[in-house]
């Protein structure tokens, strides 16, 4: 396979009603076309969603990073460029540039995905979920001129923010807390005037478990300087020791809005 | 201008990102695309919010009924038509119809807009917010096999569910409420198993006052029969009463799903 048929440019809008208070998309709405973008190159290659659950697999999202320059405006037509940056085990990294039908990126976007047996909920090799297909769209030296996914410390415990019961509009397509939901619940522990001041830059997040309908979930939040915070989501078990469990942590930066 | 010219068709993807757990389009994400479809009609004809805003002027939904015989399912590719019904006085209304690329069409879509001064909030005839344009796009004749609006009459109070305070992600470009994500926040009012049960097939929005950043909202629901519910949404009033305002009410249909 040559290079070209292993990049995959898919277009995009950025509708008036799927933008935020600045006339700039949402986050969240830019996460979920990368990910839909992921889920076409995989569905024309054979190895979407719905081929792996053929044989109980599927595709986990493990690790994303999102770092933009900037962020597409009301009406702004814009390309999602994705492809396969190397497949090691049960896991895949996909890297993402999106960038305006002409001139410089808005951004690059790293993702981990592992492969794993629905039934069992055990890693299986990406190379025997998708039958050797996968890792033949490899690009290990395409340049992706963002740094690495952090893996996200959070030493003991940080402040609690605030709770969630989810919802069926959290929901994916699995029945799974949809990963990219985190992301809007997580840009929503800020207000209004925050995001006159201060413009998305970056987001790191680990997803350590999965969550599921009317689950309650607490966010937890630390500064490290004014413009980077680090945020803890739990999960409350249905024990009556107020126990919680780790679903995911994130860092997210910003910066002044210009 | 011929009937063509009146009539234009935006072509959209059901990302698998953007579907709900039984694997179709979200009523909300469509709610978006149909409002977006508007909002590109608008800003080609010179119409736009932004080119209203030049003159503080702005579009305000007024009513809005959606209709389908069935969703978009991921993957899907599908047009959204929308043309200008009518124009009388401060409103107007557009009509919309959802369907595939080739076949029956999933539904229908009829909405009324106002235009509004932005600073007096007073409404201002369509034909001079809109310099006279808007009307040339009229095509009353145009089939729109649904309905129309209903008006939802509710008498008196209706039972209390649950209330949201509203969030960043809440509001729309112009730092309202969305007018879409009231949808959302009601079909969350029944959990997921409903959904796999039950198939949206029809709501009438009726929305009566703004909402902003921080408000409580408070959703109260009568059902009617067993598919189909009234709602209203009131948001708390600042005073020390616990007083009310209704900012919006709906009437939802569902069918069981095939």
Chains 1, 2 share one sequence.
Not at 11 to 19: R, S
Not at 22 to 47: N, P
Not at 228 to 235: F, G, L
Request: hydrophobic letters at 35%.
């Amino acid at each position: 396979m040559n290079e070209k048929d292993k990049v995959k440019t898919y277009q995009f809008k950025a509708g008036t009603f799927h933008c935020d208070i600045t006339g700039h998309l949402f986050v969240e709405q830019l996460g979920s076309m990368l990910l839909d973008s992921a889920d076409y190159f995989a569905k024309e290659g054979g190895f979407g969603i719905q081929d792996l659950n053929q044989n109980q697999h599927s595709w986990y999202i493990s690790r994303l990073a999102i770092e933009m320059n900037d962020m597409p405006k009301a009406h702004d037509d814009f390309l999602i460029e994705t492809w396969v940056e190397n497949v090691i085990k049960a896991f895949s990294s996909r890297n993402y540039c999106v960038k305006p039908i002409g001139g410089e990126p808005f951004g690059y976007v790293r993702s981990i995905w592992a492969t794993v047996n629905t039934t069992t909920k055990q890693p299986v090799d990406v190379s025997s979920a998708g039958n050797g297909v996968v890792e033949r769209y490899a690009l290990p030296d395409k340049p992706c001129p963002i740094r690495k996914i952090s893996r996200v410390h959070i030493q003991g415990d940080i402040p609690y923010v605030s709770s969630i019961i989810t919802n069926y509009s959290d929901l994916d397509i699995n029945g799974h807390f949809n990963s990219i939901k985190y992301i809007q619940h997580m840009l929503d522990l800020w207000d209004k005037d925050w995001y006159i001041e201060k413009q998305f830059k970056r987001i790191d997040i680990v997803y350590t478990a999965e969550a599921y309908f009317g689950e309650k979930l607490n966010f937890h939040r630390q500064e490290i300087d004014e413009n980077t915070y680090r945020i803890r989501i739990t999960k409350q078990l249905s024990d009556n020791n107020g126990d919680e469990k780790e679903i995911c942590r994130a860092e997210i930066c910003f910066k002044e809005r210009l």
